[in-house]
């Protein structure tokens, strides 16, 4: 079992709040990524972070921010949540060299 | 076109049948491919590599061919538990090693 936790595991807020879904990993993995899914869909990258101190955006626009102050940590912040922003949140990581991608539980939050 | 195509499904099958299922890639320079296993509203979890020579984790065979750019996924005597989404991911071989993701195959297995 891979050792990347997600929390909350679910989360329903009104429009306008501020939140952060946290991800953390106890492997030491350098590269941890933020997905969005939604129900019966592909995955998209939203974040990637390759180490401390750095984090990019992925293939799919999202008006999220993400920060990696520490290895073991990557949480994704919204600074005024909006309905369309309903969807689910899956956190990832893996080692440098390899490409198996472990993923956290998910968060499912829905914006109302 | 999209990188890594799947046939969305579903797929439904009697226990104990033999199902396949394939996953096209656009990128002809991809290197690595993957197949995760999706239950519903849960993470993915990765349920074997595809290389080059083909694979076999029990029940599960995964077959990789470079020549027509597919990987495939043959599920033999299915139980009800194999019931899921099937993630075929593949490498296309970016500057981030990043995974692209297809949409994946349902899979319905019934008693």
């Known amino acids: 079992e891979a050792d990347i936790y997600q929390t909350p595991r679910y989360l329903v807020i009104g429009t306008g709040k501020k939140i952060t879904l946290e991800c953390s990993q106890t492997?030491?993995?350098?590269?941890m990524y933020w997905y969005q899914q939604d129900p019966g869909m592909e995955l998209h990258l939203i974040h990637y972070?390759?180490?401390?101190?750095?984090?990019e955006k992925g293939d799919l626009s999202s008006e999220s921010t993400v920060s990696r102050i520490r290895t073991e940590h990557f949480p994704l912040t919204l600074e005024s949540a909006r309905p369309s922003h309903t969807s689910q949140y899956l956190c990832?990581?893996?080692?440098?060299?390899?490409?198996?991608?472990?993923f956290g539980s998910g968060t499912q939050l829905s914006v109302l | 076109r999209k990188e890594v195509e799947q046939d969305p499904g579903p797929f439904n099958v009697p226990e104990g049948a033999t199902v396949a299922f394939n996953c096209t890639y656009s990128?002809?320079?991809?290197?690595?491919f993957f197949w995760y296993r999706q239950d519903c509203r849960k993470e993915p979890k990765l349920l074997m590599s595809?290389?080059?020579s083909g694979n076999e984790d029990g029940r599960f065979t995964a077959q990789l061919n470079r020549a027509s750019q597919y990987i495939s996924l043959l599920i033999r005597d299915s139980k009800l538990s194999d019931s899921a989404t099937y993630l075929c991911?593949?490498?296309?071989?970016?500057?981030?090693?990043?995974?692209?993701f297809g949409g994946g195959t349902r899979l319905m297995v019934k008693p």
């Open positions: 972070s390759y180490g401390v101190n750095s984090t």
């Open positions: 492997m030491g993995h350098d590269k």
């Open positions: 990128n002809s320079a991809s290197q690595s």
């Open positions: 991911a593949v490498n296309p071989n970016n500057a981030g090693n990043m995974l692209t």
């Open positions: 595809v290389y080059s």
């Open positions: 990832a990581s893996r080692e440098g060299g390899n490409e198996k991608l472990f």
